[in-house]
């Protein structure tokens, strides 16, 4: 059947296009191996700007993100994120809210809903949040545990069975506890327990931390804009690639 394209919006562009090209638009790269880098920010200005790269997995939000980028927090928008976010990654993590753990089910099943496969909900690490995970988990829903601030937490995580939990180094380490030993402790939980759980490493400051962790294992981690563009600042590469085209450019004048 011919749809015709003034009648699409965008969104409803982007469905159509997932499930026509399913493989082509959720590419994972053969040896990219357990590591998930994920882009923290609502801002899509910055998704244009930085996830054409080919370097994240996916893409992590949540309602203060949503605010600061001026995006509305629902339901209908996050399916309209959704469907950008996923043109370029594997995977959408969105906060779902609520006051008790059955408005935070039922807000999950909704936003879950755009694509149980490649959406991942997020519920803080609390006794309503894990009661609310468990009944998403039961319906088909990807969880991540998010707002960790504790070792102990890894363990509700492993024992819940979620997909990930977030703790929050740089918030842990403001609150004066050692923010990168907490880490390195809940890698060392699931991996103790034979849990598939990951660690999805969040408030993160610098690109130096991202490589010491990944040193100690762990190797999901999401950050900001600012940290993903130190990634990629090394003057010394930069000025070996300004060399490689000049001597290009030399070369093609010869010729």
Not at 197 to 222: K, M, P, W
Request: net charge negative; proline share 4%; aromatic share 8%.
């Amino acid at each position: 059947m011919r749809v015709p394209m003034n009648h699409l919006s965008i969104a409803a562009l982007a469905t159509l296009l997932l499930h026509i090209f399913p493989l082509a638009l959720s590419f994972t790269p053969p040896h990219r191996g357990a590591c998930r880098l994920f882009l923290d920010t609502a801002d899509t200005s910055e998704w244009d700007a930085l996830l054409p790269s080919g370097v994240f997995y996916g893409v992590t939000c949540n309602p203060t993100l949503l605010e600061r980028a001026n995006e509305p927090c629902t339901v209908a928008n996050l399916h309209k994120l959704a469907s950008k976010a996923l043109l370029y990654t594997n995977e959408f993590m969105c906060q779902s809210w609520g006051s008790t753990a059955d408005e935070l089910y039922q807000t999950g099943m909704a936003i879950s809903d755009y694509d149980r496969e490649r959406v991942v909900i997020k519920v803080p690490v609390t006794a309503t949040g894990a009661e609310a995970a468990s009944k998403l988990t039961k319906a088909g829903v990807r969880i991540c545990f998010t707002a960790c601030y504790d070792k102990k937490q890894a363990l509700i995580a492993a024992s819940s069975g979620v997909e990930y939990i977030a703790p929050y180094l740089g918030r842990m380490t403001d609150n004066g506890k050692d923010g990168y030993d907490e880490c390195r402790k809940m890698q060392s939980i699931v991996d103790g327990l034979g849990s598939g759980t990951r660690i999805l490493v969040a408030s993160l400051r610098d690109a130096d931390t991202i490589t010491q962790l990944a040193q100690e294992g762990l190797d999901t981690f999401t950050f900001n804009p600012d940290v993903a563009r130190q990634l990629f600042d090394e003057p010394l590469t930069d000025n070996a690639a300004e060399e490689f085209e000049d001597a290009a450019a030399r070369g093609g004048m010869s010729g």
